[in-house]
T-cell receptor, first 114, second 114 residues
């Protein structure tokens, strides 16, 4: 079975540019999480969705960050405009809402903002 | 609010030696508990989880963890470490009834000496 798929795996761009990270959930999963991992702050939850609806976005650092789920199996995390301090590894994870199921993680997108 | 403490930032063991990684949590009731492993450039992979029942939980790759309510701990163990176990290990806690929102510890980096 295919796991959580993230793209791109690596992205290097200049500050001020728009960055879009993509995530495909595992088939049948209906909860989606976006995390950011840095050396300084560890693994931080940015936002999570249940059934395409954002439930808690309190971890989103600022208005430059936005996340959407245009359909039940796909999500995007957008940063506009990007800044060097946004450099991190971004993970998405999916699971089944309400069940005793763990979160399954993608391999992450390593983002470098120059 | 729930929290997780992994007191050891870095642990070094020799191949074949036993391993114990510590995890302490703070939560008002019995939480859901998880251990994940992250290899370089990879996402987080679930090793094992505890929801209820037997307090000694078996996971993949020969790992086990024991939930001790009196000590608010969920330490990860392996009787004989292999070189391929070198990675970063994360303990996480989630609210009962759901694995939606997880709080992760800061991680323990494991180095295995030949």
């Amino acid at each position: 079975d295919a796991g959580v798929i993230q793209s791109p795996r690596h992205e290097v761009t200049e500050m001020g540019q728009e960055v879009t990270l993509r995530c495909k959930l595992i088939s049948g999963h209906n909860s989606l999480f976006w995390y950011r991992q840095t050396m300084m702050r560890g693994l931080e939850l940015l936002i999570y969705f249940n059934n395409n609806v954002p439930i808690d976005d309190s971890g989103m650092p600022e208005d430059r960050f936005s996340a959407k789920m245009p359909n039940a199996s796909f999500s995007t995390l957008k940063i506009q405009p990007s800044e060097p301090r946004d450099s991190a590894v971004y993970f998405c994870a999916s699971t089944v809402q309400g069940g005793n199921q763990p979160q399954h993680f993608g391999d992450g997108t390593r983002l470098s903002i120059l | 609010a729930q929290s997780v403490t992994q007191p050891d930032i870095h642990i070094t063991v020799s191949e074949g030696a036993s391993l114990e990684l510590r995890c302490n949590y703070s939560y008002g009731a019995t939480p859901y508990l998880f251990w994940y492993v992250q290899s370089p450039g990879q996402g987080l992979q679930l090793l094992l989880k505890y929801f209820s029942g037997d307090t000694l939980v078996q996971g993949i790759k020969g790992f086990e963890a024991e939930f001790k309510r009196s000590q608010s701990s969920f330490n990860l163990r392996k009787p004989s470490v292999h070189w391929s176990d070198a990675a970063e290990y994360f303990c996480a806690v989630g609210a009962p009834g759901s694995a939606r929102q997880l709080t992760f510890g800061s991680g323990t980096q494991l180095t295995v000496l030949p």
